[in-house]
C-alpha cells in the first residue's frame, strides 16, 4: 500500500510512502526536475529508497539448509519390467513408499518397450540413493 508524502528531491503528485501493515517501508517518486538539471540528466529519473532497518524484521528467517551428512549414501540402479499400463510415476510412488524415510533420491534413468518376446510389458530403470541418519540400519 502506498500513500503520498512530501519530498523536495520528487515531483508533487508523482510520489508516495511504501507501507506494510501501516508502517513505512521506503518512499518512491519521480525525481524533481530541477534536480535532474543538477546533474545534468535528460530524461525522466525515479528514485526508491528502502528503509532496511523496518524491512529487515518483516523478512523473517527463511534460510534452508541441510545438515552435513555423517554418512554416505548408498546408490543402486534397479530395472524393472512391468505392463504398459503402468505409468512410471506409479513405479517411483511406489519405489518412494518402500524406501521412505531413507530416499534421498529416485531418478528415472531410461525408459523403453520390452523386447517382441514381451510386446505388453515395458522397461523402467531406476538410479535411487538411501542414506541412514544412524550408523545402523536394523
Given at each position: 500500500?502506498?500513500?503520498?508524502?512530501?519530498?523536495?528531491?520528487?515531483?508533487?503528485?508523482?510520489?508516495?510512502?511504501?507501507l506494510?501493515?501501516?508502517?513505512?517501508?521506503?518512499?518512491?517518486?519521480?525525481?524533481?526536475?530541477?534536480?535532474?538539471?543538477?546533474f545534468?540528466?535528460?530524461?525522466?529519473?525515479?528514485?526508491?529508497?528502502?528503509?532496511?532497518?523496518?524491512?529487515?524484521?518483516?523478512?523473517?528467517d527463511?534460510?534452508?539448509?541441510?545438515?552435513?551428512?555423517?554418512?554416505?549414501?548408498?546408490?543402486?540402479?534397479?530395472?524393472?519390467?512391468?505392463?504398459?499400463?503402468?505409468?512410471?510415476?506409479?513405479?517411483?510412488?511406489?519405489?518412494?513408499?518402500?524406501?521412505?524415510?531413507?530416499?534421498?533420491?529416485?531418478?528415472?534413468?531410461?525408459?523403453?518397450?520390452?523386447?517382441?518376446?514381451?510386446?505388453?510389458?515395458?522397461?523402467?530403470?531406476?538410479?535411487?540413493?538411501?542414506?541412514?541418519?544412524?550408523?545402523?540400519?536394523?
Open positions: 500500500m502506498m500513500e503520498t508524502v512530501k519530498s523536495l528531491t520528487t515531483t508533487q503528485g508523482r510520489k508516495a510512502n511504501i506494510y501493515e501501516g508502517r513505512v517501508l521506503g518512499t518512491m517518486g519521480e525525481i524533481h526536475p530541477d534536480v535532474l538539471k543538477n545534468d540528466l535528460k530524461e525522466r529519473a525515479y528514485v526508491a529508497v528502502l528503509d532496511l532497518e523496518e524491512v529487515y524484521p518483516l523478512a523473517g527463511h534460510r534452508k539448509f541441510k545438515p552435513v551428512a555423517k554418512y554416505p549414501a548408498v546408490s543402486q540402479d534397479f530395472s524393472l519390467l512391468v505392463p504398459l499400463t503402468v505409468t512410471a510415476g506409479e513405479v517411483e510412488e511406489a519405489i518412494r513408499e518402500a524406501a521412505s524415510p531413507l530416499l534421498e533420491k529416485v531418478e528415472l534413468s531410461i525408459s523403453m518397450r520390452a523386447h517382441r518376446s514381451s510386446p505388453a510389458f515395458k522397461s523402467l530403470s531406476y538410479n535411487v540413493s538411501i542414506r541412514a541418519k544412524r550408523p545402523h540400519l536394523k
